[in-house]
Nanobody, 118 residues
């Protein structure tokens, strides 16, 4: 059963910006802290940003100051505003509930592709 639908990925040049959206279905959005993850080719999926149910945010070091995570509980939607994009940000981006530093197994969506290149 699909829980999340990610959108907003695109191809941009270095220095560009994108806004990703995550529409959540079901109860996970209101039960768990939520996070954005990404997986680059040949690499493991990594957690890049977390937003708690209380709105507190945490960022992975390489994106801190460039990415902003937010949520709109009334719309069951989470966002990731990405600024000053770098080629190393190229990856498939996923949203999911967070348990520790891991996403919830069995709830991964299709993700949305972000490509940063000149």
């Amino acid at each position: 059963q699909a829980q999340f639908a990610e959108s907003g990925g695109d191809s941009v040049e270095p220095g560009g910006s994108l806004r990703l959206s995550c529409l959540a279905f079901g109860d996970i959005f209101h039960t768990y802290d939520m996070g954005w993850f990404r997986q680059a080719p040949g690499k493991q999926r990594e957690l890049v940003a977390i937003i708690g149910r209380d709105g507190r945010t945490t960022y992975e070091k390489s994106v801190k100051g460039r990415f902003t995570i937010s949520r709109d509980d009334a719309k069951n939607t989470m966002y990731l505003q990405m600024e000053s994009l770098k080629p190393e940000d190229t990856a498939v981006y996923y949203c999911n509930g967070v348990l520790g530093v891991r996403g919830l197994e069995g709830y991964w969506g299709q993700g949305t592709q972000v490509t940063v290149s000149s």
